[in-house]
């Protein structure tokens, strides 16, 4: 069974910085895009930073500049670096990623139990 499991959110204040780690374990093939998606109180989850096998990346407008995804292909890991950070910013944080079980059983898409991040003022 594949999982995927988040580690480092916590409360910081504005201005502070928080990273964030996403390791999938189980039985699968590979991992080919990964992802970290966030939902406030209300608000529908979106996404927020994404990179490819090969590390290519994107962002969503509102962290650019002051977020970094990377991964670690050997360890199975995603990460975020979230810097300056603002009360906005404070949502669940959700690590998301497309994982190949092989020829046969396809490639699903996993998400993570979530992480609280908590931005005061």
């Known amino acids: 069974q594949v999982q995927l499991v988040e580690s480092g959110g916590g409360l910081v204040q504005a201005g502070g910085s928080l990273r964030l780690s996403c390791a999938a374990s189980g039985n699968f093939f590979n991992i080919n895009d990964m992802g970290w998606y966030r939902q406030a109180p209300g608000n529908q989850r979106e996404m927020v930073a994404r990179?490819?096998?090969?590390?290519?990346?994107n962002y969503a407008d509102s962290v650019k500049g002051r977020v970094t995804i990377s991964r670690d292909n050997a360890k199975s890991t995603v990460y975020l670096q979230m810097n300056s950070l603002k009360p906005e910013d404070t949502a669940v944080y959700y690590c998301?990623?497309?994982?190949?079980?092989?020829?046969?059983?396809?490639?699903?898409?996993?998400w993570g139990q979530g992480t609280q991040v908590t931005v005061s003022s």
């Open positions: 998301n990623a497309d994982i190949s079980l092989g020829r046969i059983f396809g490639t699903h898409q996993y």
């Open positions: 990179i490819s096998v090969g590390g290519g990346t």
